[in-house]
């Protein structure tokens, strides 16, 4: 039987989609969340999308039969002067993904993540990053996929995976 969904590169068409995706991740709680507008508004997390697709941003696209997108993974090279919520440090990406709600527990956010992972090690990087809130179940999923948390902090823990 065929998969229910594919999995493509990102492409500088995909901004709004991953800006959606933003929203889904940052509005993991069920029944809560804040408006796109005012997320996208937010440097916090407007830099994970703003100028998307610039060198060094890498990231996959799941779509559905017709081509309807699902979820993303994507990574960028975050300044040290403007760090993500997941920055570890010059030379690591930082991952973002997020799923609509109706496929997550379906393997969408791991196949995602497990092609994310296998680019970026083909592109030569060593350790790649993620941020977590507490409470979140996708925790469960990055340490299933060798993520450990290397740094705990208010509500949520900066995650590593080696890459080689």
């Avoid at 956010?109 to 941020?131: K, M, N, T, V």
Wanted: hydrophobic share 40%.
């Amino acid at each position: 039987m065929p998969p229910a969904f594919s999995v493509r590169a990102a492409t500088q068409a995909d901004g709004v989609f991953l800006a959606d995706m933003v929203v889904e991740a940052a509005n993991w709680r069920p029944g809560g969340g804040r408006p796109k507008h005012e997320l996208i508004a937010d440097s916090e997390h407007s830099r994970y999308v703003s100028g998307w697709m610039r060198p060094g941003d890498a990231g996959f696209v799941a779509e559905a039969p017709h081509a309807e997108p699902i979820g993303a993974a994507w990574y960028r090279m975050l300044p040290r002067t403007e760090p993500g919520f997941g920055y570890v440090g010059t030379g690591v990406p930082e991952l973002i993904i997020g799923v609509r709600p109706i496929w997550r527990a379906h393997g969408v956010g791991r196949a995602l993540l497990q092609r994310l992972c296998e680019h970026a090690r083909s592109q030569g990087f060593g350790r790649i990053s993620l941020s977590v809130e507490r409470g979140n179940f996708a925790a469960t999923l990055y340490r299933s996929e060798g993520f450990a948390v290397v740094e705990a902090g208010h509500g949520r823990d900066t995650m590593v995976k080696r890459l080689r």
